[in-house]
């Protein structure tokens, strides 16, 4: 049931990186998390520079989740909607237009400003209407897919090369620790929800650059006996990797729907080939399956970060290095293995 | 090198198993999980082999062509017996799991039964094997080039889709087969399978003779899939069942 819309994120990722060269151009434009620059001469400064940029990226992020707790804790509500609604602004809007932009561009289409105006006014409104108050559960599943796909193609496009892989690599780490240590900002946050009997994750968010979106079904829905295959899939913090089972449903966090994006959408923007791509898809898949199975054993909420990018990254390199010549080999004498 | 050729040679390949997937695996969540992890294990089987090849390339001579084909197929037999072990591994685990589910179920028995867990094995194995055989290729064939430019057969695309075509029916007869014989202890059955496998690797060096490698193998195919048949249960009767479509008094399942 989680497999249908982490796929079909990722598949939205690798259409879009395969398809419009923009997200995959690298202008020497970079985020302000990631200051240190990849164009260096040796090897050794490049590593370097990567490794500084994961750790400010992720002190960053260490920040805003504690002062989202913080928030959280002390009850100030009204803030943590209004950013959220800025960050939820940010994405339906800004990002859309300028991913539209990029599609006409990459396919040549002419288009005037009043019929973009009207497009992007209303998938912003609905999208805006849907996430934050009430909508069609497939609509609101819909618009949640693609603004983690929208953060994820920003991601692959403003990180550098080498950062991004270790970003990945630490931000499991961080995941495991802050869900499951005892004074970790995530397990606070879990805590403080389920002792104020709230429904879990009241829109939270993160938002450095702004983004990250969150939200939550209906509550109402919960209750409801569901369909097994629609299932209670309901979106929580963005990036707070939690797998939560709820009556029928698992809610999966925005952020491991983007990070799970932005793994499979480097291993198709780097190389082209197909084979690591599908790799990554399927070992981020199973690294789900064994989250789940995790979750149906301990039943408290688990991080689902590190277990699915583990397996992607193995993959990824294992597959790109020695996968990749024998089956190019094995294709151009055509043996079948 | 045109969409005609990208859009036949897709659905050759993967259309079966596309149609498979779509009607018999789908809609039940239990089975999509054993595809995938099929696919999974398929896919770490050919890790280590191409681990073992790679290492074996980079400790010889990398200009001498005659050894390093042989080592590519080296590396392809070694790559087969590796997929029959995960393939044995696979089924243990899948009976662990069974088990596993079938205690803390609330039905009666398990929810899966072997065969269905065979089936869709075989299939996870196949779709992975077809895919990772055919995808790339399928990619180059929209973009611009020339078939067969130095002297080489004219007819790549077309030949790659049946040969993954008949490979992936081939894993989804040889799952059914397999955890059959695991199932009744009947050993010889893995021999079998394993010596199937390899004979179906052999076939494909003869290309690009591929009246030589292609007809056997749709050949052996249809041997598998017959044997396939009547392991999991089918028999003649069944067959005329279907065709006069009379419903039987005892219901098999499949």
Not at chain 1, 114 to 131: D, K, L, S, Y
Not at chain 1, 275 to 286: E, G, K, P, Q
Not at chain 2, 120 to 141: C, E, K, P, Q, R
Request: glycine share 6%; with cysteine; net charge neutral.
């Amino acid at each position: 049931m989680l497999f249908v819309p982490v796929t079909l994120c990722m598949v939205v990722v690798v259409a879009t990186i395969k398809s419009v060269s923009f997200y995959t151009e690298k202008n020497g434009q970079q985020l302000i998390y990631t200051p240190f620059t990849e164009d260096t001469d040796t090897v050794g400064e490049r590593l370097l520079n990567s490794v500084l940029n994961t750790i400010i990226m992720i002190s960053v992020i260490v920040v805003m989740t504690i002062f989202l707790v913080v928030l959280y804790k002390y009850r100030c509500y009204k803030f943590i909607h209004g950013w959220l609604i800025l960050s939820s602004l940010m994405m339906l809007f800004w990002f859309s237009f300028m991913y539209l932009g990029e599609v006409f561009k990459t396919y040549n289409l002419a288009m005037d400003y009043p019929t973009v105006a009207m497009i992007i006014w209303n998938f912003g409104v609905v999208g805006m209407i849907c996430i934050h108050w009430k909508g069609p559960l497939q609509l609101q599943q819909a618009y949640l897919i693609a603004i983690s796909a929208l953060m994820a193609l920003v991601f692959i496009k403003y990180l550098p090369e080498w950062s991004a892989w270790v970003i990945l690599g630490a931000i499991s780490v961080y995941d495991l620790v802050a869900v499951l240590c005892p004074k970790g900002p995530l397990r606070m946050l879990v805590e403080t929800a389920q002792e104020r009997n709230e429904p879990i994750f009241p829109a939270l968010i993160y938002s450095s650059a702004m983004i990250w979106m969150v939200g939550m079904a209906n509550p109402a829905r919960h209750a409801e006996p569901t369909n097994q295959d629609t299932g209670t899939f309901c979106l929580i913090s963005a990036y707070n990797p939690l797998a939560l089972t709820m009556l029928r449903g698992v809610k999966l966090g925005l952020g491991d729907f983007i990070f799970y994006s932005v793994l499979v959408g480097k291993a198709a923007a780097t190389g082209g080939d197909w084979n690591t791509t599908l790799a990554c898809f399927v070992a981020i898949l199973i690294g789900l399956c064994l989250t789940l199975l995790l979750l149906a054993i301990f039943k408290k909420a688990l991080p689902a970060l590190p277990i699915s990018i583990t397996f992607g990254l193995v993959f990824y390199f294992s597959t790109d290095n020695l996968v990749r010549p024998f089956m190019d080999n094995l294709a151009a004498h055509q043996f079948y293995i | 090198m045109t969409a005609a050729v990208f859009f036949g040679c897709a659905f050759i390949a993967f259309g079966p198993a596309f149609s498979l997937f779509i009607f018999t695996i789908a809609k039940d969540p239990l089975r999509v999980i054993i595809l995938i992890a099929g696919a999974f294990f398929w896919l770490v089987s050919l890790l280590l082999s191409s681990l073992v090849w790679f290492i074996a390339t980079k400790a010889t001579n990398a200009q001498d062509l005659t050894l390093q084909k042989n080592l590519l197929i080296f590396g392809s037999i070694f790559s087969v017996i590796l997929q029959e072990v995960f393939r044995f591994a696979y089924y243990r685990l899948l009976r662990k799991a069974n088990e596993g589910l079938a205690a803390i179920s609330e039905e009666d028995g398990p929810p899966l039964s072997v065969r269905e867990m065979a089936y869709v094995a075989g299939l996870g194995f196949g779709i992975m094997s077809g895919a990772f055989s055919m995808i790339n290729t399928l990619s180059d064939s929209l973009g611009p080039g020339t078939v067969g430019m130095f002297g080489d057969s004219q007819y790549y695309f077309i030949t790659s889709a049946l040969m993954t075509l008949a490979l992936t029916m081939l894993h989804t007869f040889w799952g059914v087969v397999f955890f059959e014989g695991c199932e009744r202890k009947r050993w010889w059955v893995i021999a079998v399978v394993l010596c199937v496998h390899l004979m179906v690797f052999s076939l494909s060096l003869l290309n690009p003779f591929y009246v030589a490698s292609i007809l056997p193998v749709y050949a052996i195919m249809l041997l598998m899939a017959v044997w396939a048949f009547f392991s999991s249960g089918g028999s003649l009767h069944n067959i005329t069942l279907l065709w006069t479509c009379r419903k039987s008094n005892a219901e098999t399942s499949s």
